[in-house]
Each structure stands twice: as structure tokens, then as C-alpha cells.
């Protein structure tokens, strides 16, 4: 039998999305009904003319645009393009997520486990399991895509269109399609899936910062970053099929340049060379957490500077944020220097307070990541070599949970720090930037939010490992309450299901020392359960 380089790619596709049908399943419900579900209560919420005017000149702030994107409309806005400028970077920043998941592991993560040897040694082509790979991306993100269109047709929002409906689905299908594909030529230029997934989320962080800086101080600018692409969709003002276009062209390239690099390299291997170790183990490689640092120190140090780079990128908009004279020049001549000074603090205050929930969401990823890593590597039978020697399961489980909690407080503090002091360094005005009194109340104010959120991961790590996913979905729904609870219009009740809802808004208020005793004496207890759990169950060794 003569094989070719796609030999058994349709075969290898239907065995990938019978490998990830529950991981899609959920992804496809989420995004889909997401998009239809938030469609569906902004006819309610914003379904008049009373309500449009009210929140365009909210969507018109320089903060708003730092989040959202620029707001684009004709004359008459509708319902349909408050829809679109809210919803399209939102969804867009989700929908990457998955595909640089989906692409890695289905790449590089088998490859490191040894399944894509197995396979080979098959009648397969050599390209087959990244030709499966890409085809399995394309069918999911145009599957998504088209749900999109579907339920955006089924929500009859006013001013929808059924082009300006399929214009989001495609664009939003495209970009997601980009980030996979990219990711697909990072796993064939990294020597294993971590370097492959840190190498994946800095292009995605330096996009996403690109877009952020140039929409607010150079908006023709954000055609130079891929998530920038989504904003000029317009979907219902003037619809543009170029960022299609453009997505699907780059996409092409990716995929055409991680063939060529996967026929070039030897399997388990990368294009890019891995530096080699020391020929002898250091001095203080003599326990399980050093160990751990020697196999994680890369991940922690690069999570770090990612955050302080993002929070420093939040701070260099706070000039432009937090100056009224810009916006209302004749402000200053009616109310004096004090009152504008005052207002563009309050300004800042106030977006500060919701950088600092996004910037305490993305410090829990990585720890909660390392606290999962300990049941990872118990299935994968890595830890046995380190249970045949006297070491207390107890001792094991601090080397990973102790770790994870600094690693998300410092990513935290090096942030939200980032952030104020490149922001307090931008300002025309130092006075209207954030005090040291404020700072220490927004770092206060979000510790006890993250260390429950790891302690929930350290719980189900414990008691129950196989509902891991639930915590990722739990620290999902908080975030997007909070990110899009005041423009959805979402009940008290609805935020506050989430730690992020359990305690007022930091530096607007001051921190609530009680709740922040319960909510900090909660997580110990969630830990405590968690422990005793882990040190009373099977493991899982092979």
C-alpha cells in the first residue's frame, strides 16, 4: 500500500471528534447560546428609542472603547448594532480560547503522550494527524458559526439584518478558524504542549493589547492586529466581508507553513530546539516542590510578565481615560480645576475597579492550573517515583497548592501594580491618578475572591477530580456577570452568585473586612476539605 502524506485524514477527523466530543458539546452550548441568549434580552433591554441614546454615550467613552472596541452606527442606532459592539470582541476572545485548546491538544499534547507514535505506526500519512487536526478546528468553528447566524435570525432583534446576522457568524467562525490554525504551526515549533500553549497566548495577548491601544489612540492602527479584524465587521451599519477575507487568507498561510514545518522536523521533536539541561541535578533539586519549580519556573515567570505587560498596557490608556477636557473643554470654565480633577478620578476609580476583576480572573487561570497539574500528573503515573520514596501525600499536595496560591497573588500584584503605575506615569495630572491608599484596596479587596476560587479547585481536586471542569465554568460565569452584568441589565441576584459579586467594588469602596474574613475563612475551609480528601482517597497510579 502506497501512502500519502493524507492518507486516512477523514478517518483520523471523526476519531478526533469522538476524542473531544464532550469537550465540544460543552463549548458549542456555551458559545451558541451565549450569543442567541444575550440576542434575545437586548430587544428587552434595549428595544426603544429612550434606551439606545441612553447607553451610546456610555459605548462612546474612552473606557468603554479600551474594552469593547469602537462604537460604530449610522444616525439612528438600533438594537442590533448596540448588540453587535458589545458582543463581537467578547465572544471573539472566547472563541480563540477554545480553539488554542482544542488546536494544542489535539497536536502537540498527543504527540507528548506518545499517542501520535502509535498512530503513525498505522497506515496513516505523516501529515494526517495536523490535516485531522485543522479539519476537526474547521468543522467546529464553522459549525459555531453558523449557529451564531441561526440564533441571531431567531432573536428578530430590531435593526438585525439576515447578511449583517451571518456577516457575525462567519467573521466570528473566521478568527476563531486563525487562532487555531496559528496554533497549529506553534505545535510543530515547540518542542511540547506547554511551550506550544505559552507561545499561543502571547501572540494572543500582544493582539489583544495591539487592538486595545491603537482603538483608543490610533483606531486606523487596529487593522495591524487579527482581533481588530472584528471590530470593522459593522455588521449592521455598513457590512464588510474584508476581515473574512483577511482571516481566512492568514489562516491558510498557517496551516500551509505547519505542514511544511511538520514534514521537516522529526516527530517528538520541535523546529525549534530545546536548550540542554545540566548534565547533573542541582543542589536544590531534593523534594517534590523544587522538582516543581525545575519543570515549572518557564510557565510561572512568563504568566507573571504576560500580566504585568497586560496591566501596564490597561494603565497607558488612563491619560486618555481620565481627561474630561478632551470630551468637554468648557467643563473646567464652569466648575473650576477641583471638580474636573475630581471627576477624572472618579473616572479612573471606576475603571480601575473593573480592570481589577479582569486582572484577578486571568491571575486564578494559572494557579488553578497548577492545582489541577497535581491530578494530572497522579494519572498520568509521573508521581510514582516520588510515592516510592518517604514522602507524605500531605507534603506532596502543599508542593502544589502552596505554589498555585503565590503564583496567583503575585500575578495579581504584579498586574494591578503594572497597571496603576503605568497609568499614574501617563496622567498630564498626577494628582487625578490612583493613590497608594486606593492601590492596597483594590489588591485587599480581590484576594479573598481569588484564594476561593483556587479552593474550590483544591476541593474537587480532593473529593471529586473528574468535576475539575466545573470550576473553570464557575470562574467563567463570574467573570462575564461582572464584565457584561451592568450592560446585559443582569439582577443582583445573578451577580452575586459568584465571589466576585460577595463583596462591594474595590476602590470605588472600601474593603468590607468582615466579608473579607468569611470569604477568606470559607476558602481555608473548601482547602481543608480538599486536603483531607486527597489524603484519604485512592490515587490514581498507573
Known amino acids: 500500500m502506497t501512502l500519502t502524506t493524507r492518507t486516512g485524514t477523514g478517518r483520523l477527523t471523526r476519531l478526533g471528534l469522538r476524542r473531544d466530543r464532550f469537550r465540544l458539546l460543552i463549548w458549542v452550548l456555551v458559545l451558541a447560546g451565549l450569543m442567541a441568549a444575550v440576542a434575545v434580552k437586548f430587544v428587552d433591554i434595549y428595544g426603544t428609542k429612550a434606551e439606545i441614546a441612553g447607553i451610546v454615550a456610555t459605548l462612546k467613552s474612552p473606557a468603554i472603547v479600551a474594552m469593547f472596541g469602537p462604537f460604530q452606527l449610522g444616525k439612528n442606532a438600533t438594537t442590533a448594532q448596540i448588540f453587535a459592539n458589545e458582543m463581537l470582541l467578547f465572544m471573539a476572545l472566547i472563541q480563540v480560547v477554545m480553539n488554542l485548546g482544542l488546536a494544542v491538544h489535539a497536536t502537540r499534547y498527543e504527540e507528548d503522550q506518545g499517542l501520535t507514535e502509535l498512530l503513525r505506526a498505522h497506515a496513516i500519512g505523516p501529515q494526517t494527524p495536523l490535516l485531522a487536526a485543522a479539519s476537526e478546528l474547521t468543522l ?65 495577548g500582544l493582539s489583544y493589547l495591539a487592538r486595545m491601544i491603537t482603538d483608543v489612540q490610533q483606531p486606523r492602527l487596529t487593522w495591524w492586529s487579527p482581533l481588530g479584524w472584528v471590530e470593522k465587521l459593522a455588521p449592521y451599519h455598513q457590512p464588510n466581508w474584508t476581515p473574512v477575507l483577511l482571516s481566512g487568507l492568514t489562516g491558510l498561510i498557517c496551516i500551509t507553513l505547519a505542514l511544511w514545518v511538520a514534514q521537516h522536523r522529526d516527530l517528538g521533536s520541535g523546529a525549534i530546539a530545546t536548550r540542554p539541561g545540566r548534565r547533573t541535578a542541582s543542589t536544590w533539586l531534593r523534594g517534590p516542590l523544587s522538582l516543581l519549580w525545575r519543570r515549572q519556573h518557564n510557565v510561572f515567570l512568563g504568566w507573571f510578565l504576560g500580566v504585568v505587560v497586560l496591566g501596564a498596557a490597561y494603565g497607558t490608556v488612563f491619560n486618555t481615560i481620565g481627561d474630561i477636557l478632551k470630551t468637554n473643554p468648557t467643563m473646567q470654565q464652569v466648575f473650576g480645576k477641583a471638580v474636573v480633577h475630581s471627576a477624572n478620578h472618579s473616572l479612573l476609580v471606576n475603571f480601575s475597579a473593573l480592570l481589577a476583576i479582569i486582572l484577578a480572573a486571568v491571575a486564578v487561570i494559572p494557579g488553578l492550573q497548577l492545582i489541577f497539574k497535581l491530578y494530572g500528573d497522579e494519572t498520568h503515573g509521573w508521581l510514582e517515583a516520588l510515592y516510592a520514596r518517604p514522602l507524605s501525600r500531605t507534603r506532596l499536595f502543599l508542593s502544589y497548592v502552596g505554589p498555585a496560591s503565590l503564583l496567583s497573588t503575585l500575578i495579581f500584584l504584579g498586574g494591578w501594580g503594572g497597571m ?123
Open 140 to 204: 467546529v468553528n464553522l459549525g459555531i458559526g453558523v449557529l451564531y447566524a441561526l440564533g441571531l435570525n431567531f432573536a428578530t432583534m430590531p435593526g438585525a439584518t439576515t447578511q449583517g446576522n451571518w456577516v457575525i457568524g462567519l467573521g466570528l467562525a473566521t478568527i476563531g478558524w486563525l487562532f487555531g490554525m496559528l496554533t497549529l504551526l506553534l505545535a510543530q515549533l515547540a518542542d511540547h504542549a506547554a511551550s506550544a500553549t505559552g507561545m499561543a497566548y502571547t501572540l494572543f
Open 420 to 542: 496603576v503605575l503605568t497609568g499614574n506615569a501617563s496622567l498630564t495630572h498626577a494628582s487625578d491618578g490612583i493613590t497608594a491608599f486606593e492601590f492596597w484596596q483594590g489588591f485587599w479587596g480581590q484576594l479573598p475572591v481569588i484564594g476561593l476560587f483556587l479552593a474550590l479547585g483544591i476541593l474537587l481536586v480532593g473529593v471529586w477530580p473528574q468535576g475539575r471542569t466545573l470550576a473553570w465554568l464557575y470562574l467563567a460565569y463570574g467573570f462575564v456577570s461582572q464584565y457584561l452584568g451592568n450592560l446585559l441589565q443582569l439582577p443582583k441576584w445573578a451577580k452575586r452568585l459568584s465571589p466576585f459579586g460577595w463583596a462591594p467594588s474595590v476602590p470605588v469602596h472600601h474593603v468590607a473586612w468582615a466579608t473579607f474574613g468569611w470569604e477568606l475563612g470559607l476558602a481555608v475551609l473548601l482547602g481543608l476539605i480538599g486536603w483531607w480528601g486527597y489524603t484519604h482517597r485512592d490515587l490514581q497510579q498507573h
